[in-house]
Protein backbone atom coordinates (compact mmCIF):
# COMPACT_ATOMS: atom_id res chain seq x y z
CA UNK A 1 0.00 0.00 0.00
CA UNK A 2 2.82 2.21 0.90
CA UNK A 3 4.85 1.71 -2.79
CA UNK A 4 1.29 2.42 -4.03
CA UNK A 5 0.08 5.48 -2.25
CA UNK A 6 4.22 6.73 -3.36
CA UNK A 7 3.29 6.00 -7.14
CA UNK A 8 0.28 7.38 -6.89
CA UNK A 9 1.78 10.86 -5.64
CA UNK A 10 4.07 10.97 -8.10
CA UNK A 11 1.73 10.21 -10.61
CA UNK A 12 0.14 13.09 -9.49
CA UNK A 13 3.10 15.06 -9.45
CA UNK A 14 3.90 14.29 -12.67
CA UNK A 15 6.91 12.56 -12.29
CA UNK A 16 6.24 9.34 -14.33
CA UNK A 17 9.20 7.45 -13.78
CA UNK A 18 8.83 7.54 -10.19
CA UNK A 19 5.56 6.45 -10.29
CA UNK A 20 6.71 3.75 -12.59
CA UNK A 21 9.00 2.58 -10.36
CA UNK A 22 7.19 2.74 -7.07
CA UNK A 23 3.72 1.10 -9.04
CA UNK A 24 6.39 -2.47 -9.74
CA UNK A 25 7.33 -2.33 -6.27
CA UNK A 26 3.78 -2.88 -5.37
CA UNK A 27 3.06 -4.98 -7.87
CA UNK A 28 6.18 -7.30 -6.73
CA UNK A 29 4.49 -7.20 -3.34
CA UNK A 30 1.10 -7.81 -4.63
CA UNK A 31 1.16 -9.23 -7.86
CA UNK A 32 -2.74 -9.67 -8.07
CA UNK A 33 -3.60 -5.60 -7.30
CA UNK A 34 -5.29 -4.30 -10.58
CA UNK A 35 -5.25 -1.39 -9.87
CA UNK A 36 -1.30 -1.25 -9.44
CA UNK A 37 -1.39 -2.66 -13.09
CA UNK A 38 -3.80 0.06 -14.54
CA UNK A 39 -1.50 2.97 -12.95
CA UNK A 40 1.86 1.46 -14.00
CA UNK A 41 0.63 1.48 -17.76
CA UNK A 42 -1.30 4.89 -17.04
CA UNK A 43 2.63 5.93 -16.00
CA UNK A 44 4.46 4.59 -19.13
CA UNK A 45 2.07 5.53 -21.38
CA UNK A 46 2.60 9.00 -19.62
CA UNK A 47 5.74 8.80 -19.57
CA UNK A 48 6.26 7.81 -23.41
CA UNK A 49 6.78 3.99 -22.98
CA UNK A 50 3.85 2.65 -24.57
CA UNK A 51 5.62 -1.21 -25.28
CA UNK A 52 6.26 -1.06 -21.67
CA UNK A 53 2.75 -0.43 -20.85
CA UNK A 54 1.64 -2.88 -22.69
CA UNK A 55 4.25 -5.32 -21.33
CA UNK A 56 2.60 -4.32 -18.25
CA UNK A 57 -0.89 -5.47 -19.32
CA UNK A 58 0.09 -8.59 -20.71
CA UNK A 59 1.21 -9.39 -17.65
CA UNK A 60 -1.57 -8.42 -15.93
CA UNK A 61 -4.04 -10.35 -18.46
CA UNK A 62 -2.04 -13.38 -17.99
CA UNK A 63 -2.68 -12.94 -14.22
CA UNK A 64 -6.30 -11.09 -13.83
CA UNK A 65 -9.76 -11.35 -15.76
CA UNK A 66 -10.21 -9.15 -18.54
CA UNK A 67 -11.74 -5.10 -17.55
CA UNK A 68 -12.80 -2.60 -19.22
CA UNK A 69 -9.73 -0.23 -18.46
CA UNK A 70 -7.05 -3.07 -19.08
CA UNK A 71 -8.20 -3.21 -22.60
CA UNK A 72 -8.91 0.50 -22.96
CA UNK A 73 -5.51 1.17 -22.01
CA UNK A 74 -3.80 -1.89 -24.44
CA UNK A 75 -6.21 0.33 -26.69
CA UNK A 76 -4.11 3.81 -26.01
CA UNK A 77 -1.00 1.78 -26.26
CA UNK A 78 -1.87 0.54 -29.49
CA UNK A 79 -2.31 3.88 -30.96
CA UNK A 80 0.48 5.47 -30.08
CA UNK A 81 2.77 2.42 -31.35
CA UNK A 82 0.74 2.76 -34.74
CA UNK A 83 -0.86 -0.75 -34.27
CA UNK A 84 -4.69 0.52 -35.89
CA UNK A 85 -5.78 -2.90 -36.07
CA UNK A 86 -5.03 -4.20 -32.50
CA UNK A 87 -5.79 -1.08 -31.13
CA UNK A 88 -9.53 -1.30 -32.53
CA UNK A 89 -9.78 -4.85 -31.84
CA UNK A 90 -8.59 -3.23 -28.29
CA UNK A 91 -11.40 -0.46 -27.95
CA UNK A 92 -14.27 -3.01 -29.11
CA UNK A 93 -13.43 -5.26 -26.22
CA UNK A 94 -13.36 -2.79 -23.90
CA UNK A 95 -16.92 -1.41 -25.03
CA UNK A 96 -18.14 -5.55 -25.02
CA UNK A 97 -16.73 -5.44 -21.17
CA UNK A 98 -18.74 -1.90 -20.16
CA UNK A 99 -21.64 -2.88 -21.59
CA UNK A 100 -21.60 -6.10 -19.23
CA UNK A 101 -21.07 -4.05 -16.49
CA UNK A 102 -20.08 -0.63 -16.24
CA UNK A 103 -21.94 1.35 -18.88
CA UNK A 104 -20.34 4.83 -16.93
CA UNK A 105 -16.82 4.06 -18.66
CA UNK A 106 -18.43 4.31 -21.86
CA UNK A 107 -17.83 8.47 -22.44
CA UNK A 108 -17.27 11.10 -24.85
CA UNK A 109 -13.56 10.54 -24.25
CA UNK A 110 -13.85 6.68 -25.14
CA UNK A 111 -15.40 7.08 -28.66
CA UNK A 112 -12.89 9.94 -29.33
CA UNK A 113 -10.62 7.59 -28.83
CA UNK A 114 -11.83 4.91 -30.61
CA UNK A 115 -12.68 7.30 -33.47
CA UNK A 116 -9.46 8.24 -33.92
CA UNK A 117 -7.85 4.48 -34.26
CA UNK A 118 -10.41 3.94 -36.65
CA UNK A 119 -9.44 7.14 -38.84
CA UNK A 120 -5.64 6.10 -38.79
CA UNK A 121 -6.97 2.60 -39.46
CA UNK A 122 -8.95 4.19 -42.86
CA UNK A 123 -12.04 2.97 -41.11
CA UNK A 124 -13.88 6.79 -42.02
CA UNK A 125 -17.49 5.87 -41.91
CA UNK A 126 -17.01 4.13 -38.52
CA UNK A 127 -14.81 7.28 -37.15
CA UNK A 128 -17.28 9.72 -37.91
CA UNK A 129 -19.75 7.69 -35.84
CA UNK A 130 -17.44 7.77 -32.80
CA UNK A 131 -16.79 11.20 -33.14
CA UNK A 132 -20.48 12.15 -33.70
CA UNK A 133 -21.14 10.31 -30.68
CA UNK A 134 -18.49 12.12 -28.73
CA UNK A 135 -19.93 15.21 -29.92
CA UNK A 136 -23.74 14.01 -29.05
CA UNK A 137 -22.08 13.03 -25.47
CA UNK A 138 -20.28 16.26 -24.94
CA UNK A 139 -21.16 19.34 -27.30
CA UNK A 140 -18.82 21.55 -26.58
CA UNK A 141 -15.75 18.80 -27.18
CA UNK A 142 -13.01 20.69 -28.72
CA UNK A 143 -10.45 18.02 -29.92
CA UNK A 144 -13.45 15.97 -31.04
CA UNK A 145 -14.75 19.29 -32.92
CA UNK A 146 -11.55 20.45 -33.95
CA UNK A 147 -10.68 16.24 -35.50
CA UNK A 148 -13.90 15.85 -37.38
CA UNK A 149 -13.95 19.13 -38.88
CA UNK A 150 -10.90 18.82 -40.27
CA UNK A 151 -11.33 15.44 -41.51
CA UNK A 152 -14.44 16.27 -43.23
CA UNK A 153 -12.51 19.42 -44.63
CA UNK A 154 -9.47 17.18 -46.34
CA UNK A 155 -11.64 15.33 -47.74
CA UNK A 156 -14.20 18.41 -49.39
CA UNK A 157 -16.83 16.96 -47.20
CA UNK A 158 -20.03 18.54 -45.15
CA UNK A 159 -18.16 21.49 -45.51
CA UNK A 160 -20.50 23.51 -43.51
CA UNK A 161 -20.81 21.31 -40.37
CA UNK A 162 -16.51 21.13 -41.26
CA UNK A 163 -16.77 24.87 -40.99
CA UNK A 164 -18.65 25.14 -37.95
CA UNK A 165 -16.73 22.26 -35.97
CA UNK A 166 -13.13 23.92 -36.43
Do not use: H
Not at 12 to 24: G, H, M, S, Y
Not at 56 to 71: Q, S, V, Y
Not at 86 to 104: C, D, S
Request: glycine letters at 6%.
Amino acid sequence: QTYYLLGSIAYEDKRWLEAVEFFKKALLLNPNFARAYFDLAASQLAGDDAAGALATLADMRAKLPATFLGEYLTGLAEVRLKNYDEAVKRFTQAEVLARAGETNRLTADFYFEVGVARERRGDRAESVRCFEKAIEMRPDFPEALNYLGYMWAEQGENLDRAREFI
